[in-house]
């Protein structure tokens, strides 16, 4: 699994065409947020998700922790990949890698001023269970853990890529413009964005969404070259 480009908080049919059509294969939905206050429906993400086709595929954003409802709303939304970002515990992650050895799981890694030790304890306690981890960046203004629209730093992205054995997609802030230097910089199997490739109506933006498949594509043959 490598030089994989996903594209996150996909909020209705017009816009996962304009992904499809741009070539990203990866589209994350994140559902039942804790907020209460999902970008799309559960039925219009559900029909998104039944229309596509591999190596496309659906990734359900989720908060949850507990293994059986995981699997169990995977398996409603028809989702093979599933993006844990909140707490979940050593425990449940062996408990869905068991019920679900089909699903591929990835476990958010969220970056804060001063916890990198945390982080490469959970990459590992969690490596044998996950099939790729994803780093996001904390905002400490709102406690915010995912689509932030902020970077975080990159030396500690790079040394969770050293110590995982399982590949690692980055995320957090990631642009256009700064996609590339942190594939030069980080080395990750894959790349990951929401709010950076948005227009001020709050869309993705095509001529974004191109220019951050570009400068990924290009960096990441440059780094496996
Ligand atoms: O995408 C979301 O809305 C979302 C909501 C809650 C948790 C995680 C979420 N998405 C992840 O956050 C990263 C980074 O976002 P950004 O590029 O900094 O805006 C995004 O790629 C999703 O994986």
Redesign the pocket.
């Given at each position: 699994m490598k030089n994989i480009i996903?594209v996150?908080?996909i909020i209705d049919r017009e816009e996962a065409n304009l992904m499809l059509e741009s070539g990203i294969k990866w589209l994350?939905f994140?559902l039942r947020?804790p907020s209460g206050k999902d970008?799309i429906s559960e039925t219009d993400a559900m029909s998104i998700i039944k229309g596509l086709s591999e190596p496309q595929a659906g990734v359900l954003?989720s908060?949850m922790v507990d293994a059986e409802e995981v699997s169990g709303y995977c398996s409603e939304l028809g989702v093979k990949a599933v993006?844990l970002?909140g707490d979940i515990s050593v425990a449940e992650m062996k408990k869905l890698r068991e019920l679900r050895p089909d699903l591929f799981l990835l476990k958010?890694l969220v970056v804060k001023e001063d916890n990198a030790e945390e982080l490469l304890e959970i990459v590992d306690t969690m490596a044998d269970f996950v099939d790729m981890f994803?780093t996001?960046?904390f905002n400490p203004k709102t406690g915010?853990?995912?689509?932030?629209?902020?970077t975080h730093n990159w030396d500690v992205s790079a040394e969770l890529v050293r110590r995982s054995p399982k590949p690692l997609m980055m995320?957090?802030?990631?642009t256009p413009e700064n996609v590339a230097d942190a594939i030069y910089k980080v080395k990750p199997a894959a790349v990951?964005?929401?709010?950076?490739l948005e227009g001020s109506d709050g869309r993705k933006d095509a001529a974004k969404v191109k220019k951050f498949i570009r400068e990924a594509e290009k960096a990441f043959s440059e780094i496996n070259a």
């Open positions: 996903q996150a908080g994350g994140p947020l970008d954003i908060y993006q970002h958010s994803i996001d960046t915010a853990k995912g689509a932030t629209g902020l995320a957090g802030g990631l990951d964005s929401h709010t950076g």
